[in-house]
């Protein structure tokens, strides 16, 4: 379905909404949720469709875009929508016709005139005709909103009216779509059939008329189901016919819609297409006007309306617009043009069958475009020009009284700079003579620096020299005891005392083994970077156990492991088996075996705060409280008594300190230790 307004603008219903075609643009405006538009009338300014259970009109917003507006919710009965397949303006109220009712807008309301047959509405001078389905139809008019039958004798058993066009002058002719085609008396509403060729073509089997248009005055194309268009005369004589063998893209081209120009536009399925009805010298009964239609400025467009429009603006746009024109009725391939800015184009362009123009960066003022436009294939057809104004902002700093401040500004410029260089230098020489004064400073405080840094120096010097002679001391006892004990065994022929310096051998391999892997540890920390990935706490704790399984007592000591087995840590896995490592085995090491309680050590892992916690707790013999604060001093050993090196936890701190770890403890004599662990959690 297809219109054309007064303008020479085509407008089609499409599945998507409402397509605008001005000779050169196409431009589709949605309608809500892409709803099909089944039929279109234009009535003044608006343009109403309807389609697919919805039913509302078209208008242009004061910018000049199709704005669409639904009627559905003013239906006073109910919300069901039939198919509506006409809309017919009479008197100032739309009609929408359906199927077997009519639905009356009268610019407030919906209301619905229904009747119990099928039926098509038509408008006859300026009266409405309907024409209803079957033997009991007939032709009736529409008075106060009712059915008054006018001649009962146009009924056929399957047809009705399909279309009324006027022949001529107070002579109507009626299309029916298997029956023929009718002349009709608009006075007394009597028919006759129309005895011609035409009638004819239509009374033939399988020739279903559809729709029927009258161009040119005295001409008629009709659609048919399958046999494509036909064109005859007012006399009835046919003139052509076309279908998809001489060139229709399909055979049922529903409604076929005649231009003001006569030519013809067949819409279909597969497409749109444009009949144009050829003569030497075409003779219009319009004037056609070149047109700007509309100007994008940035990305908003503004459509102009007529020549009288002032497109002003704002501060806010930009000053450059692309302008589109068109000579609505006639194709973009048969039109030239040419324009002209003035105020700002020196003349009239050459002519072109480019249909934008772009314009950039333009100065501030007023400036009028003008527009020409001819045919090309019959150059003294008039086309009437076109002209708007256009205002750009000039800019504040483009006004004289804006020159005359900016020179004053500038004076004032010169004279302040004068006086920040004079002020500038004065601080300058304050601040060399600050700057002398702080260096001066700097160079005793530096010496303060470099004295405490050599007390330092000196203090680490103290630490590295002890570290040097305990480390040797402690290297070196366990190969003394070794070898005294080699000299006393090799003078022993008792099988089983030998066995007993074995085991005493043993003893001094593993304390110059753990001292050594304490050295190694420390030396690890120290110089290895750090290397950061996702490893499982039970991986850990089961090198930890592989390492100790040979240790003595550990088979005494129930390891508890208070985590989920798939727990996992992301930090460096070797140093966080330095730490555990240490812990575990000072656990170990530092148990009381002679007490009645079964001995166990549990180490929990979690997330907290946003914090890996880890925690080591035993039931061993505890620290003693004097002790707790040295604990993690380099060779302090709270427990006296016992073997080991006095590294492992100051080795502990010095590798969480890598980790940017932190740990401390809980501690009670014959209750046990808990070391508590917070590392950070990394993503």
């Known amino acids: 379905m297809s219109a054309e307004d007064e303008d020479g603008i085509m407008y089609f219903g499409n599945e998507n909404g409402l397509l605008e075609f001005d000779g050169t643009h196409w431009e589709l405006y949605k309608t809500p949720f892409f709803t099909p538009i089944t039929a279109l009338k234009i009535v003044w300014d608006k343009i109403y469709t309807s389609g697919n259970n919805e039913i509302g009109y078209f208008s242009r917003n004061r910018r000049g875009r199709m704005v669409y507006h639904s009627l559905k919710d003013k239906l006073t009965d109910d919300k069901e929508f039939p198919y509506i397949w006409k809309i017919i303006e009479n008197k100032g109220d739309v009609y929408f016709t359906a199927d077997s009712s009519v639905i009356k807008w009268d610019g407030e309301i919906l209301k619905r005139i229904r009747s119990n047959q099928y039926l098509t509405m038509f408008k006859v001078e300026d009266e409405l005709l309907v024409s209803l389905y079957g033997n009991n139809g007939g032709l009736a008019k529409v008075e106060n909103d009712t059915f008054r039958i006018v001649n009962k004798d146009f009924s056929f058993g399957n047809d009705y009216a399909w279309e009324i066009l006027k022949k001529e002058e107070n002579k109507w002719l009626i299309f029916t779509s298997e029956n023929g085609i009718f002349e009709l008396d608009p006075n007394s509403y009597q028919t006759k059939p129309w005895q011609n060729e035409a009638n004819q073509y239509f009374l033939q089997d399988s020739t279903y008329l559809y729709y029927v248009e009258k161009f040119r005055d005295s001409l008629f194309i009709s659609s048919t189901y399958q046999k494509g268009v036909v064109i005859f005369d007012k006399n009835g004589q046919i003139i052509k016919k076309l279908d998809k063998q001489s060139g229709l893209l399909s055979n049922y081209s529903p409604y076929p819609t005649a231009d003001r120009r006569g030519n013809v536009w067949l819409t279909s399925g597969f497409g749109l297409q444009y009949l144009q009805y050829f003569t030497e010298n075409e003779q219009l009964n319009f004037e056609p006007l070149a047109k700007v239609r509309y100007i994008k400025i940035g990305d908003s467009s503004v459509y102009i309306r007529d020549s009288s429009h002032t ?17 609505p009725s006639f194709l973009m391939e048969e039109i030239q043009f040419s324009y002209y800015l003035e105020g700002f184009d020196a003349g009239w362009s050459e002519w072109t069958t480019n249909t934008r123009k772009e314009y950039t960066n333009l100065p501030g003022g007023k400036y009028t475009f003008h527009l020409r436009a001819r045919y090309i294939k019959q150059s003294d057809l008039k086309i009437a020009p076109f002209k708007f104004k256009l205002e750009i902002p000039i800019p504040w700093y483009q006004y004289p009284v804006s020159y005359a401040v900016f020179i004053i500004l500038f004076g004032l410029f010169i004279f302040g700079f004068v006086r920040f260089r004079t002020h500038r230098l004065s601080v300058t020489n304050k601040k060399l003579e600050n700057i002398v004064k702080e260096r001066t400073s700097e160079l005793r405080s530096q010496k303060e620096q470099l004295k405490q840094a050599n007390e330092e120096l000196k203090t680490i010097n103290n630490e590295l020299d002890n570290f040097v002679y305990r480390s040797s001391h402690d290297l070196v006892a366990p190969l003394k005891s070794l070898r005294g004990l080699i000299s006393v065994a090799g003078m ?21 083994e753990e001292f050594i892997k304490s050295i190694m540890d420390f030396s690890t920390n120290t110089k290895k970077p750090l290397v950061m990935q996702r490893v499982k706490m039970d991986t850990i704790i089961d090198s930890i156990i592989e390492d100790l399984k040979y240790y003595e007592n550990a088979d005494k000591v129930e390891l508890i492991r208070a985590y989920n087995s798939d727990f996992e840590i992301k930090t460096d896995p070797k140093r966080l088996n330095i730490v555990l490592s240490n812990l575990v085995t000072n656990a170990l090491k530092y148990h009381d075996f002679e007490r009645g309680d079964k001995p166990f050590i549990k180490v929990c892992a979690k997330i907290e705060n946003d914090s890996y916690v880890i925690e080591v707790e035993d039931n061993g013999s505890g620290i003693p409280k004097e002790h707790q604060d040295k604990v993690f001093d380099m060779f302090f050993r709270a427990h006296q008594g016992t073997d080991g090196s006095g590294l492992g936890l100051y080795i502990v701190v010095d590798t969480l300190n890598v980790l940017n770890g932190k740990i401390d403890f809980t501690s009670k004599t014959r209750v046990g230790t808990t070391f508590r662990i917070v590392l950070p959690l990394i993503d």
């Open 311 to 327: 497109i002003s603006l704002s501060k806010k746009k930009s000053n450059s617009l692309d302008l589109y024109f068109s000579v």
């Open 492 to 512: 022993s022929n008792d099988p089983y005392e030998i066995k007993d310096y074995f085991k005493l051998m043993n003893v001094s391999i593993t304390k110059l």
